[in-house]
């Protein structure tokens, strides 16, 4: 019971995540920001989120893992 109550107290993602996901939408209002594999603009929101996400996890920042991959 003890576990489950810290487990919905904790944190889910740490400050690494967050300044990445800042830099992302940063550079996507600038019109900088870029895709991985095509190399066009991100226009989207939800993009630059998921890029600052991916960003994050490779860096090694506490991301909960991308349940959304096929």
Request: glycine share 10%; charged share 35%.
């Amino acid at each position: 019971m003890a576990i489950a109550k810290a487990r919905a107290r904790s944190k889910r993602y740490g400050p690494k995540a967050a300044k990445k996901v800042e830099k992302a939408m940063h550079e996507m209002k600038r019109g900088t920001l870029r895709s991985g594999r095509s190399g066009k603009n991100v226009r989207s929101r939800e993009q630059a989120i998921a890029i600052g996400l991916s960003q994050a996890r490779r860096a090694g920042g506490k991301v909960p893992p991308n349940l959304d991959k096929d």
